[in-house]
Nanobody, 127 residues
Framework: QVQLVESGGGLVQAGGSLRLSCAAS????????VGWFRQAPGKEREFVAA????????ITTDSMKGRFAVSRDDAKNTVYLQMNNLKPEDSAVYYC????????????????????WGQGTQVTVSS
């Protein structure tokens, strides 16, 4: 069993930056793939980015490439989402999710591949 806790959200002006953290407890995180998703009011939850198991490469939604980057520190059992040049449309609740048995052929954007989800952290970008 893994528990995920997101942090780092808040209110920021357009053009600003935030770094979200996803801290895992319960089991070592090294072999888990981790994804970031977000959900704005009235919208479906959407994929943001993911990072493969330790040492693996990252995947970022095309519309967010160049602004968002995901990384991990397995020594701290934590995955990060660095968000730069934030826009009002980035306002949403951001969730991290972990896949305990990642299969490469399954799209990282597929929400059902993830076994564990955090409670989310609110990001609000003012114009």
């Amino acid at each position: 069993q893994v528990q995920l806790v997101e942090s780092g959200g808040g209110l920021v002006q357009a053009g600003g930056s935030l770094r979200l953290s996803c801290a895992a407890s319960g089991r070592p995180f090294t072999t888990y793939a981790v994804g970031w998703f977000r959900q704005a009011p009235g919208k479906e939850r959407e994929f943001v980015a993911a990072i493969r198991r330790s040492g693996g490469r990252t995947i970022t939604t095309d519309s967010m490439k160049g602004r968002f980057a995901v990384s991990r520190d397995d020594a701290k059992n934590t995955v990060y989402l660095q968000m730069n040049n934030l826009k009002p449309e980035d306002s949403a609740v951001y969730y991290c999710a972990a896949d305990s048995s990642p299969v490469e052929s399954v799209p990282y954007s597929l929400q059902s591949r993830y076994d564990y989800w955090g409670q989310g952290t609110q990001v609000t970008v003012s114009s």
